[in-house]
């Protein structure tokens, strides 16, 4: 009897427990859950760096069985590298799960041992970039990147809008490649219903910024929630959540402004809250290769309104709100119409509530399971 296939995932994972609100292993974690939760034709082994809640050791990997074929290796600081070598030679497929410069050396050692290479690009630089004037690595990042996606089988993106970035700067690629989404691993629940009907209760909006605000669209936003203030009919008739890292100088400006409230970084269960309580997510970002608070809000109920960099408005096309990227104007005047119009704003909630049904991510990892077969059966 053959052997399934042995599939090596480099990849970050935390048990739901430990998990946080965004941060590295806010992709990865759920879609190792959900290949664990099928039967699946292959046998995975996770390789991923140890947390602190784990407890850090020096010599001894930690193993976690998910299920009959899925395993997680939390490896030693000390032995980590060797580790994956090992685990790279017992191997048939790697999945580097973070197109970094750092995976290079993993990348040439499958490609050394003739083993299937599949890359996953989650970022860009030119996100850094927006925030930070640095730019003389970019020559040497691109050479390291160039050489990672040459020694791959296959290169996924979890948005067209990040591989075509990745053609902008590198050239025309090659290769063979495809976009596998971003997904939610939150419940789907629609509970918005009516209860903005009778006009009381005031209509919540967020954005969510993390520690990349100017990247994120801060300052589209305080132009928006400007805009908004000078509508005397929509005083008192929404409050705007902002969660991030504002700058003070932004801050001071929001200050005067009675419907604004800024939040800290949030829990994984106190953001789940607000997504039950938001009816509208709004993402300005200058450039996003996804958002996943996009899709994750959607799966809640809320309307979202996104701009056109970025990822996330592939997959929400249709039942989202797309505006030109930094068009406070045109971002009011949508902001404005579902705050006033109650059933324009249920309407577009069940739209965004429905299609996020697709992108749970056991969806997510039935397609990067076609992805390892399409890579395992071609050539050598």
Same mark, same amino acid.
């Given at each position: ?16 427990? +430990? ?105 860009? +630089?030119?996100?850094? +970039? ?222 965004? +509530? ?27």
């Amino acid at each position: 009897m053959l052997r399934k296939p042995r599939i090596l995932l480099i990849a970050g994972y935390r048990p739901f427990k +430990y998990r946080r609100a965004g941060g590295p292993n806010a992709v990865s974690s759920p879609l190792i859950d959900a290949l664990a939760s099928l039967k699946i034709p292959v046998e995975i082994t996770v390789a991923s760096t140890p947390f602190r809640e784990l407890g850090v050791s020096l010599i001894r990997n930690h193993i976690t069985v998910l299920s009959n074929n899925v395993r997680v290796l939390h490896l030693s600081l000390l032995r980590y590298f060797i580790d994956i070598l090992l685990l790279i030679a017992k191997s048939d497929l790697i999945h580097i799960f973070s197109g970094e410069p750092k995976q290079l050396l993993f990348a040439v050692m499958a490609k050394f041992l003739r083993k299937k290479l599949v890359v996953t690009f989650h970022g860009h +630089y030119i996100e850094e +970039y927006l925030e930070k004037k640095i730019q003389n690595t970019k020559k040497l990042y691109d050479c390291l990147i160039m050489r990672l996606i040459k020694f791959s089988d296959t290169v996924t993106f979890v948005s067209n809008l990040l591989m075509k970035t990745y053609e902008l700067t590198l050239g025309p690629l090659m290769i063979n490649k495809c976009v596998v989404p971003n997904g939610t691993d939150l419940n789907p629940n629609f509970s918005k219903k009516s209860k903005h009907l009778d006009g009381r209760e005031p209509v919540v909006i967020a954005s969510i910024l993390g520690g990349h605000p100017l990247r994120k669209g801060i300052s589209v936003i305080f132009h928006t929630l400007l805009l908004l203030h000078k509508k005397i009919q929509l005083n008192g008739r929404f409050k705007f959540y902002l969660l991030g890292k504002i700058p003070q100088e932004i801050r001071n400006k929001l200050e005067p402004l009675d419907s604004v409230r800024i939040l800290p970084r949030l829990t994984r269960e106190s953001l789940e809250k607000l997504y039950e309580k938001m009816d509208i997510l709004v993402a300005p970002s200058l450039f996003d290769s996804f958002n996943l608070p996009a899709i994750e809000a959607a799966s809640k109920g809320c309307a979202i309104v996104l701009s056109d960099k970025v990822g996330a408005s592939e997959v929400l096309e249709g039942c989202a709100f797309i505006v030109k990227t930094g068009d406070a104007k045109s971002l009011s005047k949508i902001l404005e119409e579902l705050i006033i119009d109650h059933e324009f704003l249920q309407k577009a909630q069940r739209l965004a +509530y429905n299609r996020s049904l697709n992108y749970v991510y056991v969806n997510i990892a039935v397609k990067y399971l076609d992805v390892y077969g399409k890579v395992l059966k071609s050539d050598a």
